[in-house]
């Protein structure tokens, strides 16, 4: 598992945006499916979004399509999470992983379950 730091959380009021950056400690990302996930206090961890090691190929959760992107410049080892329209239920610690795993379903569903090296994260909190 490729150890990464997240970055650009913070307090944000409802109908506002921001970009998390995720870059890596170690190693280059151009190898790796790439995904970002949140995990609100009291839930479980999901999925927020994937992309391929290329950037040609995305998934998203089904309930943040329309408000999430994500992008990847492997040049600089560094990927993207734009969050728009914030909303108070998007408060969460929001994190991101890489896998050799070959798909961005396989990632986005059921692979993330098994990593344990999670970092502190980006926190976003988002008022009323």
């Known amino acids: 598992q490729v150890q990464l730091v997240e970055s650009g959380g913070g307090l944000v009021p409802s109908g506002e945006s921001l970009k998390l950056s995720c870059s890596t400690s170690g190693p280059t990302l151009d190898g790796y499916v790439v995904g970002w996930f949140r995990q609100a206090p009291g839930k479980e961890r999901e999925h927020v979004a994937c992309?391929?090691?290329?950037?040609?190929?995305?998934f998203y959760a089904r309930s943040l399509k329309a408000r999430v992107t994500i992008s990847r410049n492997n040049a600089i080892n560094t990927v993207y999470l734009q969050l728009n329209n914030l909303q108070p239920e998007d408060t969460a610690v929001y994190h991101c992983?890489?896998?050799?795993?070959?798909?961005?379903?396989?990632?986005?569903?059921?692979?993330?379950?098994?990593?344990?090296?999670w970092g502190q994260g980006a926190l976003v909190t988002v008022s009323s």
């Open positions: 992983a890489a896998s050799a795993v070959p798909s961005v379903y396989s990632l986005c569903t059921q692979a993330y379950k098994s990593l344990d090296l």
């Open positions: 992309i391929s090691s290329d950037g040609t190929t995305t």
